[in-house]
């Protein structure tokens, strides 16, 4: 069973830094791909990156390429997104997930287990 436990969210101004951390259990995950999600308040789910476990390859959202960074702990089975210069629109609740396969995939059907999500909310 796999269990995916987001934490690192909270109130921040526009401007700041955050790290959100997902702490991944009950399987090996070398063959696997991991993604972070956001949704917005009222709005859709959307992709923001992902990244595979083994060789660390990646792919962001192309609005936030430069702000967003993924990187993933293999030893301790932690996968981090860390949001510089926040902005009132990167509000949203924020999805950790999971695809047992090696591909990263930008949809969210493409993902076989998800986190219960932490917020972020950015204030102006």
């Known amino acids: 069973q796999v269990q995916l436990v987001e934490s690192g969210g909270g109130l921040v101004k526009a401007g700041d830094s955050l790290r959100l951390s997902c702490a991944a259990s009950?399987?090996?995950?070398?063959?696997?791909?991991m993604g972070w999600f956001r949704q917005p308040p009222g709005k859709e789910r959307e992709f923001v990156a992902g990244i595979t476990w083994t060789g660390g390859s990646t792919y962001y959202a192309d609005s936030l390429k430069g702000r967003f960074t993924i990187s993933r702990d293999s030893a301790k089975s932690t996968v981090y997104l860390q949001m510089n210069s926040l902005k009132p629109e990167d509000t949203a609740l924020y999805y950790c997930a999971a695809r047992p396969y090696v591909a990263i995939r930008t949809t969210v059907g493409e993902y076989n287990y998800w986190g219960q999500g932490t917020q972020v909310t950015v204030s102006s």
């Open positions: 009950g399987r090996t995950f070398s063959a696997y791909s």
